[in-house]
């Protein structure tokens, strides 16, 4: 998944109510993806912005092994009636950062792919932006000498309605305005945390279809989300 966060500082601090120290020197960027360092608000200090990487490796995995997505329904399948399962609660990578060690991902926007390949731009319809996507964190380190590594992985969810209609397989959690105070709190009661686990809403979201170069180029450029088709 690539993420847009082009808001100003301003903005993000002003919308997630945290503090933005200047030696982050945050600067906007169309293109965020897998493996860079990313403008992070983390359970360990939930009213001031870091950066983390994007992508973490279980604190007890002896191998660096990068995670970029949390799956919700860890490895299982849906019920009958379509209830998402909360596998997440008891994969061995996620069980832990579920309970404790959450964070949210500042976007304006993200990009997904559907089955093809062909990538999506999508937005919030109110253009309220920055919004949050709802993140898992670990530290790691291969040795008890090395410095900790702290990233975080996207939790998601799969796709449905007109996502779904046009391939995209799987969205990330979005946590909702009045929650964003909730996720980061280490010591926030699980039910409230299991609560949050859900769908997004598909009413308030839209997506429209990019150029696969933003699947490949490392670039910061406005262009790579020009739309090449009409909306979802």
């Excluded at 293109?31 to 992070?40: A, K, V, Y």
């Excluded at 399962?85 to 926007?109: C, E, H, T, W």
């Excluded at 990233?151 to 969205?171: D, L, Q």
């Excluded at 926030?188 to 180029?217: C, R």
Aim: charged fraction near 30%; proline fraction near 6%.
């Amino acid at each position: 998944m690539i993420i847009g966060l082009v808001s100003s500082a301003e903005e993000i601090k002003k919308r997630f109510d945290a503090r933005m120290p200047e030696e982050l020197g945050y600067s906007p960027n169309y293109n965020l993806r897998p493996g860079m360092e990313c403008l992070f608000l983390s359970s360990e200090n939930p009213h001031e912005f870091v950066t983390y990487r994007y992508g973490m490796t279980p604190f007890w995995s002896k191998e660096e092994r990068v995670l970029y997505e949390a799956p919700v329904e860890g490895i299982r399948k849906l019920s009958d009636n379509g209830i998402l399962k909360l596998g997440i609660i008891q994969s061995n990578d996620f069980r832990k950062p579920i309970r404790v060690q959450r964070g949210i991902l500042p976007a304006d926007y993200f990009v997904v792919t559907n089955g093809e390949g062909d990538p999506y731009v999508v937005f919030a319809r109110d253009k309220k932006r920055p919004f949050a996507l709802g993140c898992v964190w670990d530290a790691w380190k291969k040795d008890i000498l090395d410095p900790l590594t702290y990233g975080f992985a996207i939790a998601t969810t799969p796709a449905y309605g007109e996502f779904a209609r046009v391939g995209i397989e799987r969205m990330p959690l979005i946590i909702e305005g009045k929650d964003y105070r909730n996720w980061v709190k280490k010591d926030l009661w699980f039910g409230t945390v299991t609560d949050m686990l859900h769908y997004y809403d598909q009413k308030l979201f839209n997506a429209y279809p990019i150029d696969k170069e933003i699947l490949k180029s490392l670039e910061n450029e406005r262009s790579l989300i020009t739309p090449k088709g009409e909306l979802v």
